[in-house]
Structures are given as C-alpha cells and as structure tokens.
C-alpha cells in the first residue's frame, strides 16, 4: 500500500501498467487529464471525484506519458492512437461497453478524437479548454510543454493556468514540482513532446470532417481568460460540432475545475443528466 494519493488501481493496457482511480456506481463516466508537467488523473479531478462518484461511476486513468501509469524505455508515442488505444483498453480491462468522457484540454482532444474513431464506446462528451482544432502554439503552451524541472520553473508553469493567482499555493507547486523529480518522469515527459512543439498541436487537430461526423452531444465549457488554449477554440468547434453547446466562464483561465468548482461540477451533472431526464 502507499500513502500517496495518485496512486490508485493499476490495470494492464497495450503492454503497460496504467494507474488510474474507480469510484462510485452508475453509468460509467472517464475522466481525462491534460498534459502539464507533473498531471495525473488524480491532480487534476481530485475536486470532482467524490461528488460525481455519488451518482456516476467515475474512472480517472494516468494517461501514458503521465502520472504513474508506467511505461517502458522502448516505448514510441504515436499521436493520438496511443491514447486512444490506452482508453479503450482501460474500458475493455473494465467491462465497460460505453462511457460517458470529461476532458480537460489535452484530454478534450483524447475524448474527441475517441467519438470520432469510436462512436459506439462513447456516450456524451464534456470538454474543458480542449484542443482539437488548429490553434498556435503561445508562450503560455510553450512554457507547459518546455517545463525543466525547478520549483521557479513549475510555478511560471502554473501561473499561466489560472486568472486567479492566489490559486497557485506554495503546496499546489510543490506537489507538482515533486511529481517531475520522480526517477524517469521527467525523461518520459520530454519523449511526449519533443521540439518542435508545434507538430504536436497540430496532430491533436481532428479534420473537420471528423468534427462533422461526431454525433455525440458535446458539452463545450471555457474560460474567458485561458492563456494557454484560445477561447476562439471552443467556438469554432461549437460551429462543426453538430449536438454541441457552449458555456464561457468569465474570471477563468484554463482551470475551470479549480477555479469555479461547484460550478463546473453543476454544469457537468446537469448535462449528463440529461441522458435520462
């Protein structure tokens, strides 16, 4: 046993250990992290785990490349099939035919490109200053994805998150900055998103017809304020989206789920709600 948190469960997917956290009874609903030095699926939802587990059946993975989910040296990333391939995996290791998916930037675009190429495994998608269509890479991404690990460096990482400031906490950096001193963490994190980052955020782009073709009710929420993924991005996708709707937090940055808790927590519960209403 260990008393660190973000370790849950472990389950094999695709020739690796992936950690993940499984709480609650109901219709099933996955959670999926960023893509931020240090993430895992517990930093990121540990707010929404226990009052979506209270009616849902919640599974918040390490997404590979991430957390603790343990990979070996030899292994090649591949955008996006590798974290396509891992969820399904996570599902089929479960039992579970269909899950509904909450993504939160990089993992918005995991949970489209999911609906996209598997249709019958997805049920209705919340995403939360998601990629998935063209953007530039900022220095606010930039800074995200150069991270060199550094208690200054972790808390520039941070800073750009968030609209409020007094959210990056002194415990907030260290318990990141401590996940990338992990032996190989940081060296993982690299192969994830070597220069030029730009061909990495273009490969999270679905074409538009991909967009086009998602028939799945999608749930668009964004921050006014997020430096790290354009508001404009979620707007455009509400265009080609077909069952889609929009919700635009002012005073948010790219953190919704920290930063206006109670209120992305109604916001998801009433949508999926609405499967059975």
Avoid at 33 to 47: E, K, P
Avoid at 50 to 67: C, E, H, K, N, W
Avoid at 73 to 83: I, K, L, N, Q
Avoid at 179 to 196: C, I, K, N, S
Wanted: net charge negative.
């Amino acid at each position: 046993m260990t008393d660190n948190p973000e370790i849950g469960r472990s389950i094999t997917t695709c020739g690796y250990q992936t950690n993940y956290h499984d709480a609650g009874d109901g219709p099933p609903v996955l959670l999926l992290h960023g893509s931020g030095a240090g993430v895992s699926g517990w930093a990121n939802w540990r707010g929404l785990i226990p009052t979506l587990s209270q009616r849902y059946r919640v599974i918040a993975p390490d997404l590979v490349g991430f957390g603790y989910t343990e990979i070996g040296a030899d292994y090649e990333f591949r955008f996006m099939d590798s974290w396509i391939d891992q969820m399904l995996a996570v599902l089929d290791g479960l039992g579970i035919e269909k899950a509904h998916i909450v993504g939160n930037s990089f993992g918005g675009a995991v949970a489209l490109w999911m609906a996209w190429r598997a249709p019958e495994r997805t049920g209705r998608l919340v995403l939360m200053g998601a990629g998935g269509v063209p953007i530039v890479v900022g220095p606010e991404l930039a800074a995200l994805w150069g991270y060199k690990p550094s208690p200054e460096n972790m808390r520039n990482a941070m800073s750009v998150m968030a609209y409020d400031q007094k959210l990056i906490t002194d415990e907030l950096v260290e318990m990141r900055y401590r996940a990338t001193l992990r032996p190989g963490a940081q060296e993982v994190f690299e192969r994830v998103f070597p220069l030029p980052h730009q061909r990495w955020l273009d490969a999270e782009a679905l074409p538009i017809h991909g967009l086009q073709a998602i028939e799945n009710e999608v749930l668009l929420i964004h921050g006014r304020e997020d430096r790290v993924v354009p508001p404009e991005a979620s707007l455009t996708m509400h265009g080609l989206l077909k069952n889609s709707q929009l919700h635009s937090i002012g005073k948010c940055g790219h953190w919704t789920m920290v930063e206006h808790p109670n209120r992305f927590r109604q916001l998801v519960e009433n949508f999926l709600d609405e499967e059975t209403a």
